[in-house]
T-cell receptor, first 114, second 113 residues
Framework: DSGVTQTPKHLITATGQRVTLRCSPR?????VYWYQQSLDQGLQFLIH???????AKGNILERFSAQQFPDLHSELNLSSLELGDSALYFC?????????????FGPGTRLTVL | GQQVMQIPQYQHVQEGEDFTTYCNSS?????IQWYKQRPGGHPVFLIQ?????EVKKQKRLTFQFGEAKKNSSLHITATQTTDVGTYFC?????????????FGSGTQLTVLP
């Protein structure tokens, strides 16, 4: 158990809809990262937040947005969903006792868009 | 942008054979990390290398960081079925966010019993 929690575990929705994925980092970690992993694909970095502020953006679509709240949990919002958005979405956290760079991944949210 | 290339994409080995995956960056890395993702699981941190030419071992796993800090390898000796999974390297670039990593595409290892 990495200490990072993600909800929900599975999400099935229809095209055009909007969903919110939630992540709670490990205790003490200030950084939260979001990644997208499609079938047989690597980890595509989406966005990084540190202590409530956006620090870096990767290949994140304009239809996607994220935020990190004062209690350090983060939410990834996906809107106008398309079939191609079906993927595993991982959240990772870092910055605590494990060192500034080591990332601890949550179990992921599997999103299926029908 | 900053990229980390990883090969091979897939590797099938017979149990007991050795396995190696390689990562390359066109620019100097500040550090490199390795992660393992079991089928159906999430990536799990294995190790971090920071120094030029660094070699670290974890039981049957040997990790190397190149002298120029642009390449790295993970070698598994005498693979076992428990080694099955996808191995990712992740490079840290000093010019990027201090905590951001760029992941390679991963090598999916299958170990045949």
């Amino acid at each position: 158990d990495s200490g990072v929690t993600q909800t929900p575990k599975h999400l099935i929705t229809a095209t055009g809809q909007r969903v919110t994925l939630r992540c709670s980092p490990r205790s003490g970690d200030l950084s939260v990262y979001w990644y997208q992993q499609s079938l047989d694909q690597g980890l595509q970095f989406l966005i990084h937040y540190y202590n409530g502020e956006e620090r870096a953006k990767g290949n994140i679509l304009e239809r996607f947005s994220a935020q990190q709240f004062p209690d350090l949990h983060s939410e990834l919002n996906l809107s106008s969903l398309e079939l191609g958005d079906s993927a595993l979405y991982f959240c990772a956290s870092s910055g605590g006792a494990g060192g500034p760079n080591t990332q601890y991944f949550g179990p992921g949210t599997r999103l299926t868009v029908l | 942008g900053q990229q980390v290339m990883q090969i091979p994409q897939y590797q099938h080995v017979q149990e007991g054979e050795d396995f190696t995956t390689y990562c390359n960056s066109s620019t100097t890395l500040s550090n490199i990390q390795w992660y393992k993702q079991r089928p159906g699981g999430h990536p799990v941190f294995l190790i971090q290398l920071v120094k030029s030419g660094e070699v670290k071992k974890q039981k049957r796993l040997t990790f190397q960081f190149g002298e120029a800090k642009k390449n790295s390898s993970l070698h598994i000796t005498a693979t076992q079925t428990t080694d099955v999974g996808t191995y990712f390297c992740a490079g840290g670039f000093s010019s990027g966010s201090a905590r951001q990593l760029t992941f390679g595409s991963g090598t999916q290892l299958t170990v045949l019993p």
